[in-house]
């Protein structure tokens, strides 16, 4: 449903890797290569590259911060893609060390704690290298598969939603939680949610609800699912992904919620959102209510026009008590919001 249409089907000789093996094969020494910079041992190993013949391994590896990506990481990935797919390769994989997190979003505290730094430039080198690579990745020909087993969130998306495969397990934990934050989601955001079905990604969006296990599947989100503790092969077209992860019986379970989900996100304005929620008597949207109201309105009201176009509490004071402003949607005027979709003196160019 995402990403490239899924043209190739590994015809390029593509070898069987079982899920218990990706580790294997991160660590076997054959023909292996490894790209490391940097002197200092906390950021030399960050990222972790490596080849076996004609197949491409890269490990996010910073899992105690569940491997959330920095700058020094994107400026890692990105050459080495382009290295990759100008040697035609036949295969890349990423995915995150340890047990938790594929990449739970961007190093966000550095890039906010950077801003007391008259002279540095992390802020605006960060956005547009990230954004670099995403586009990198949406246009590799080599086949890119992305195993997002554990904490998927922003970065974290934009580094597997736009590849040709997004693998996922029961232990997939996906979200755009960015209006929780006073962001918009990013990194592609405005382009792959409003292609989920009916009001889906409008509704992910707003109110940075976590898809959990199957959900991540039925969503649309991976194109392909694997049991975490099952030995099963990698080959073709991963059709037996799908086939063979028992837990996707589990139902979708937003499933019994599109109905309200379509009617109260297909809303013109945030406030009619909201309107029709309170309108509801489903369990569903007095719950939904209670989320998106702890957002922040300002962002609310931006990405609701993002996606019709095509940090302090949570991450660093951690009182979950932002001081957003401006602090209500009333005070959102549209000339404000319109603001924001203007053209910028000195704009940044990807």
């Known amino acids: 449903m995402l990403g490239h249409a899924g043209r190739l089907c590994f015809s390029r000789s593509v070898a069987k890797i079982s899920t218990n093996g990706y580790r294997n094969l991160i660590s076997r020494q054959m023909s292996q290569v490894r790209h490391v910079s940097g002197n200092s041992s906390s950021s030399e190993d960050e990222v972790i590259l490596e080849t076996h013949g004609n197949k491409c391994v890269i490990t996010l590896n910073r899992p105690k911060a569940l491997n959330a990506l920095n700058l020094n990481m994107i400026r890692k990935i990105t050459p080495v893609l ?8 036949v295969l890349i994989i990423i995915h995150g060390a340890g047990e938790k997190a594929f990449c739970a979003g961007g190093d966000v505290r550095s890039i906010i704690e950077s801003r007391n730094q008259p002279t540095s430039t992390l802020f605006s080198d960060f956005f547009r290298e990230e954004y670099q690579l995403n586009y990198l990745i949406s246009t ?9 087993d554990g904490i998927t969130m ?21 979200a755009m939680p960015e209006t929780a934050i006073g962001f918009v989601p990013e990194v592609g955001g405005t382009y792959f949610l409003p292609r989920l079905t009916g009001k889906l990604g409008m509704f992910l969006a707003l109110t940075g609800y976590r898809l959990k296990g199957a959900d991540v599947y039925h969503a649309g ?3 392909h699912a694997v049991n975490n503790k099952e030995n099963v092969e990698i080959e073709g077209c991963l059709a037996k992904f799908t086939k063979s992860a028992s837990f996707l ?17 297909s809303a013109p304005s945030v406030e009619e959102i909201i309107s029709r929620l309170q309108a509801s008597s489903d369990p569903f949207a007095k719950d939904t209510l209670v989320t998106i109201r702890k957002m922040s309105p300002f962002a609310l009201k931006v990405t609701k026009r993002a ?21 209500s949607l009333e ?11 203007e053209p910028v003196k000195d704009e940044l160019h990807l």
Do not use: M
Not at 82 to 89: A, F, L, P, R, V
Not at 140 to 148: C, E
């Open 307 to 327: 996606l019709d176009e095509g940090v302090r509490a949570l991450l660093i004071d951690k009182d979950q008590n932002p001081k957003w402003k401006p602090s």
């Open 140 to 148: 590799l020909q080599t086949p890119y598969i992305a195993l997002i």
């Open 221 to 223: 989100i991976s194109t």
């Open 82 to 89: 382009k290295q990759w797919e100008n040697e035609e390769k």
């Open 249 to 265: 019986q589990q139902p979708f379970s937003l499933e019994p919620h599109l109905p309200l989900i379509n009617d109260c996100f």
């Open 154 to 174: 922003g970065g974290g998306v934009g580094l597997s939603v736009h590849g040709y495969y997004r693998v996922s397990s029961e232990k997939t934990l996906f």
């Open 331 to 341: 005070e959102c005027t549209p000339e404000k919001i319109e603001s924001y979709f």
